[in-house]
């Protein structure tokens, strides 16, 4: 889980997973709409790619990158449990016996 919220940490990340939420997408098209170097977008590829938060897939010359969604949520829905876990299990203790 750590390495989705590494991953979600950057807004450029976050962005590139917003463009892809609208349909794969090559890596030069996505590359085209941000203003930064092509060897900075592969490294946000890869940190994407290790999170698992996206597919790559090698069409001709081009790579075509897929979100994957499931991730995303799997990741987001266990961060939210570990909060209502520690919540509950707090407020367990801290209610007075009866």
């Keep these: 889980?750590?390495?989705?919220?590494?991953a979600l940490s950057d807004p450029t990340r976050r962005r590139v997973l917003q463009l892809l939420r609208a349909g794969s997408m090559?890596?030069?098209e996505i590359?085209?709409?941000?203003?930064?170097?092509?060897?900075?977008m592969s490294a946000h590829f890869a940190v994407l790619?290790?999170?698992d938060l996206v597919?790559?897939?090698?069409?001709?010359k081009s790579v075509i990158y897929h979100l994957k969604l499931s991730v995303l949520e799997d990741a987001l829905l266990g961060f939210v449990n570990s909060f209502e876990?520690?919540?509950?299990a707090s407020a367990?203790?801290?209610?007075?016996a009866k």
């Excluded at 590359?31 to 900075?40: G, H, I, L, M």
């Excluded at 367990?92 to 007075?96: D, H, M, V």
């Design 49 to 51: 790619k290790e999170a």
């Design 1 to 6: 889980m750590s390495s989705v919220f590494k």
């Design 85 to 88: 876990g520690g919540v509950a």
């Design 26 to 28: 090559s890596a030069g």
């Design 55 to 60: 597919h790559a897939e090698k069409a001709g």
């Design 31 to 40: 590359s085209d709409r941000f203003d930064v170097s092509k060897p900075t």
């Design 92 to 96: 367990a203790k801290e209610e007075p």
